[in-house]
């Protein structure tokens, strides 16, 4: 299925136009528009989607229930057919001159007029055995990507801070029988709302470190606590500690801003960064975007840049004259 243009044994010293970092739906799609406005782009891809763990996704029209790395191969064949080049590689530094350039694992070089970076976040587990295991499959984190899949059945919330409330709540759309398993967070942390909520969505309340998870046939059966009672569920939500991949951003010298969900650039609507050239999109520019939404952020970034590049030059030619 997948044909894409990838420059493995190229030396890459001819200039782009645009270089994208990052080969997920955020930089594919704005691959897919750049190469339709006839600009030389080439996407570096390192191949470690944050959704590589799920076997679907959902919610996406039109593409409902497709699996991620589907996804991504319809895209990467879609790039090419608009001579877009893709590598697999990880881009490791970046520096500002007269263009860009950006540094590769393998030891090449791509220089850019402009820059997308659209390397995503990685989701960072609660220690408990089990979980990372088992992670995108009966354990989930979003209720509106897994929810409909797992719809009725025992649901455990795996808490890690106070906000996990909010998860046990949201999560209760979803099912009638919720508990909320506190385990690194204290009783007296949850607020009057917070127990006045959870009491009237009916979700259960359990104090105590969680020690476990119980495992029968491939399946999840429960959650064991480390006084050693056990609870049976068949689904936990967790909520990961999101780490965004802002590596680049900073070396740039990128301003970013401070979230619940760690630190992100600072954008205007399009995905333009305070870096003069440099666009985000996906995220990198925040933890909530999903992959339509990443798509989105892709198209609107790279139009934006058909833009810019567009004025410049113009702007050029005429002070050449």
Known sequence: MEVVTVTQNKDLTEKYDVVVVGGGAAGLSAALVLGRARLRTLVVDAGEPRN??????QGYLTRDGMSPAEFLALG???????????????????TRGTDFAVE????????????IVTTGLKDELPAVPGVA?????DVLHCPFCHGWEVRDERFGVLATSPLSVHQALMVSQWSNDVTLFLHTVAEEELSDDDLRRLAAAGVKVVPG?????????????????????????????????????????ERLGAELQETPFG????????????VPGVWT?????GFAE???????????????????LIMSDLDAAIAGQ
């Open 290 to 308: 999903q992959v339509v939404h990443a798509a989105s952020g892709g198209y609107r970034a790279a139009a934006a840049i058909v833009g810019d």
């Open 52 to 57: 590589a763990p799920s076997d679907h996704m």
């Open 133 to 137: 295991e088992r992670f995108g499959r």
């Open 104 to 115: 590769l694992a393998g030891g090449r070089t791509a220089h850019a007029r402009r820059l």
């Open 263 to 274: 630190a992100y650039p600072v954008v205007d609507p399009t995905g333009r960064t305070s």
């Open 281 to 285: 999109a996906g995220n990198a520019m």
């Open 209 to 249: 470190e969680v020690a476990g998870l119980r495992v029968e046939d491939d399946r999840l059966t429960g959650v064991l606590l480390a006084d050693g009672t056990a609870h049976d569920r068949s689904v936990v939500f967790v909520a990961p500690k999101a780490a965004p991949q802002t590596g680049l951003m």
């Open 76 to 94: 990467r064949e879609e790039i090419a057919r608009y001579g877009v080049e893709l590598v697999r590689d990880r881009a490791v530094d970046v």
